[in-house]
């Protein structure tokens, strides 16, 4: 297989297995080209794309960004904060403006669940879902998959725990539908409170102890506790969720095996994760973002490839 | 048709007439069934032998013993080649320091998105810099020139070569797209474009063989 299934990267619920291992197999390569002291391949030369960020955004809009020039890609960037959109223009009306300056692909983030979704069903572009609210970030699900079979081999019948705000991660989601595609075994651990109600119908179980989590686990994501989701108190404090939920040495000292930490940025450093952690050989955290730009560079070349010339 | 009798020159003489009736037998049985002809061969296993010999020869005549040369095969089919020419370099003649490196064009195609069926790509190995080396392009068949010209492209990632040659086994004369032809060549062919030259290597193919294809 040598073609992507979709016609779209929304979610990694519209995926198959293969189409990850296309990408896997696409990024090896990219991965190599990044490794070079000429970083940049030509073939995306007549192909442009727009990034419409509606949500703030570091790491991954750099990480599209670079992806995109890497691949030789016109680029143009666009942010609410600056925009139109504050003036009342709805998003077909912002995104059709931008389409008749002759764009190919647009990757958006938005701060609604299915914005991309509805987007794509209405202009006519490559869209990539860079994150939709609370629902999918899918090539952040990807880039996690792809670190974890770079540092382990494989990802099939390993067991991943993912800790933290489940309730509001879309990385949480986009992860799960990833790695019970690939064939892992998941497990989400968090408090009560933001753990979703109906999770285990996705297939994950449920561990509300943290150290019985991690001694489960050969891989731990952890997630940000995101405040701005928050419009009510989920937990007492900050404090008592680093305490019962926050991932430390001490912690990782008394497992019996050495397990692997990832976590998608941004850190809240002593919150859900310790600094001597989060810089530990036992984290790969910056590896993920090294590879975000591989990922995402086989994402974007896999959808271009579509595009009728 | 013809070409077909005339490959039979290239035979000892007591072969040629079984050869040729075989030839015409399956022309009958082809033309009695609407079937096309397909398949001719080029070369034989023991003629490329001997054309690997010459060419690594010659390799050796130009860069004496590859101090300050690097060989680069064009993925996915001039690997087989270039592996080939390097064994002969080591075995025969004793010159053992030949760095051999892998370069993938896929990235560096002008024809992306332009053609039918996607495109592929394969590992590019280069673990040495081409900073001031002379450079040879190891490729099966030359055709339109077009891999070659990516080749260019895709090598300055590497550094700037102080030259760069092109060897190839099989040059399609007559059916360039652009201004590029080869140093070394194994064998020139004029074949029509609907043609198709196809080389068999021992190790993915089980023989070495070049086979002209006519669909």
Known sequence: MSQLSVQHLLGIKHINKADIDLIFKTADHFKEVINRSIKKVPSLRDITIANLFFENSTRTKLSFELAEKRLSADVINFSASQSSVKKGETLIDTANNILSMKVDIIVMRHPNVGACDFLSKHVNAKIV???????????????????????????????????????????????????????????????????????????????????????????????????????????????????????????????????????PGPINRGVEISSDVADSDQSIILNQVENGVAIRMAVIYLLAQQIQQ | MIENLCLGKRKNKSTKFSENLNVLSIFVFQTMFGIPMSK????????????????????????????NTVLIGIQPRGIFLAERLVAILQNDYDISNVKLGHLDITF?????????????????IIDFIVEDKNVVFIDDVLFSGRSIRAALTAIQSFGRPSDIELLVLIDRRFSRHLPIQPDYTGRQVDVINEEKVIVHWVEKDTKDAVYILNN
């Open chain 2, 40 to 67: 001719k061969i080029l070369l034989s296993s023991k003629e490329i032998h001997i054309i690997l010999h010459r060419l690594a020869c010659q390799l050796i005549e130009n860069h004496n013993n590859f101090e």
């Open chain 1, 129 to 263: 879902n860079a994150g939709d609210g609370t629902h999918e970030h899918p090539t952040q699900a990807l880039l996690d998959s792809y670190s974890i079979r770079e540092k382990l081999g494989n990802v099939a019948g390993k067991n991943i725990v993912i800790v933290g705000d489940i309730l509001h991660s879309r990385v949480a989601l986009s992860n799960i539908y990833a790695l019970k595609l690939q064939g892992a075994h998941v497990k989400v651990c968090g408090p009560k409170t933001l753990i979703p109600k109906y999770i285990e119908s996705l297939g994950v179980s449920i561990e509300y102890d943290i150290k019985k989590a991690l001694e489960w686990c050969d891989v731990a994501n952890v997630l940000r506790v995101q405040n701005e989701r928050m419009e009510i108190n989920y937990f007492p404090s900050t404090r008592e969720y680093a305490q019962l939920f926050g991932i430390n040495k001490k912690l990782l000292d008394s497992l019996d095996k050495k397990i692997t930490i990832m976590h």
């Open chain 2, 108 to 124: 560096y195609r002008d024809d992306f998105r332009r053609r039918e069926a996607p495109l592929e790509a394969n590992k590019t």
